[in-house]
């Protein structure tokens, strides 16, 4: 531990700021994923300008830290490999997407999908990353089976890791494959599907930020020319998967979703809803196959 006043803390980080104010949240972060002060802390601590804080890091390298961030703009996540998730501190590395926060709803949309807690169901969250939504669903219920998959290896790997710090229960499978695939046997069986899937059209991709682009795996986030080459084929073969009357839920780009609801249309499904996310922008698209 690296003891320091609440003083030198509070002028460490107006000095790093250096009035620009922009960058506070990610300072914040920073300190709190990495030096193990919370903000809420930090904020408690003007009033308190003697108190002792231990850090689990010395200020000397967090500025080092900073410095990467603001030099090569690599999101505070990476530099730390961890982020908050819902009510979870996930383990993040180059090879998986930082789970967004809009992407959390995911979890509310799902369990107001199940009228009863106590039954059995079979889950599956295509394209798993970190594990943040196949993880949230596990935990939720003993009862609920959850099957994941991605196309990497390494995020695989990382999402079985992260799921082995919360839970000793093996109600999550991971399955390295693409999409649907690896679920064969699973055919037919499965009650709700959940894909949050590369969705940025390419040209929209190219213009990203370079914390984005540069950090972030493109596997991830590319969805091809209009965005809508994975959801097309997830959607596509939906039908053998999912139970009669199962759910399928897809995330998707701010302007998708009525192409969404169009292409769920044609391929069996109805009571097809899109569901608004925050930021009031139409991100979530639900259907029941029929
Ligand atoms: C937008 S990220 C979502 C990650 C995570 N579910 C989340 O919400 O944070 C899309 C994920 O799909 C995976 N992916 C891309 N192509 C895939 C494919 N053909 N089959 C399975 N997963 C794929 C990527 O590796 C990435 O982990």
């Known amino acids: 531990m690296f003891e320091v006043?609440?003083?030198?803390?509070?002028?460490?980080?107006?000095?790093?700021?250096?009035?620009?104010?922009?960058?506070?949240?990610?300072?914040?972060?920073?300190?709190?994923?990495?030096?193990?002060?919370s903000r809420t802390?930090?904020?408690?601590?003007?009033?308190?300008?003697?108190?002792?804080?231990?850090?689990?890091?010395?200020?000397?390298?967090?500025?080092?830290?900073?410095?990467?961030?603001?030099?090569?703009?690599?999101?505070?996540?990476?530099?730390?490999s961890s982020c908050y998730w819902r009510d979870l501190n996930l383990e993040v590395n180059k090879n998986v997407l930082i789970p967004r926060v809009e992407t959390e709803q995911i979890i509310?949309?799902?369990?107001?999908?199940?009228?009863?807690?106590?039954?059995?169901?079979?889950?599956?969250?295509?394209?798993?990353?970190?594990?943040?939504?196949?993880?949230?669903?596990?935990?939720?219920?003993s009862l609920w089976k959850v099957l994941a998959t991605d196309i990497e290896p390494k995020a695989i790997k990382l999402a079985s890791k992260n799921f082995k710090k919360y839970s000793k229960i093996n109600n999550l499978k991971l399955f390295c494959g693409s999409w649907w695939q690896p679920l064969k046997k699973y055919s037919g069986k499965i009650d709700i599907a959940i894909s949050n899937p590369p969705y940025i059209p390419?040209?929209?991709?190219?213009?990203?930020?370079?914390?984005?682009?540069?950090?972030?795996?493109?596997?991830?986030?590319?969805?091809?020319?209009?965005?809508?080459?994975h959801i097309r084929e997830i959607i596509k073969e939906a039908p053998k998967y999912l139970k009669k009357d199962g759910w399928l839920l897809l995330e998707n780009h701010c302007d998708q979703s009525q192409k969404v609801k169009t292409l769920m249309?044609?391929?069996?499904?109805?009571?097809?809803?899109?569901?608004?996310?925050?930021f009031n922008i139409g991100r979530f698209t639900i259907g029941r196959y029929k």
């Open 108 to 141: 509310e949309i799902v369990l107001n999908l199940i009228s009863d807690s106590t039954n059995e169901l079979l889950i599956t969250d295509l394209g798993t990353g970190s594990g943040a939504v196949a993880i949230s669903l596990a935990l939720k219920s």
């Open 202 to 229: 390419s040209n929209i991709y190219k213009n990203l930020s370079i914390a984005v682009k540069n950090h972030e795996p493109q596997s991830a986030l590319d969805g091809g020319d209009d965005g809508l080459l």
């Open 5 to 37: 006043s609440s003083e030198e803390l509070i002028l460490w980080i107006q000095n790093t700021l250096n009035n620009e104010d922009e960058n506070r949240d990610s300072l914040y972060l920073l300190i709190d994923l990495l030096g193990g002060i």
């Open 265 to 278: 249309k044609n391929n069996g499904f109805g009571q097809i809803e899109i569901i608004k996310d925050m």
């Open 41 to 80: 802390e930090i904020n408690s601590l003007r009033i308190k300008p003697q108190k002792v804080i231990n850090l689990r890091v010395s200020l000397n390298s967090l500025s080092e830290r900073w410095r990467e961030f603001i030099h090569n703009k690599k999101p505070i996540q990476y530099i730390c």
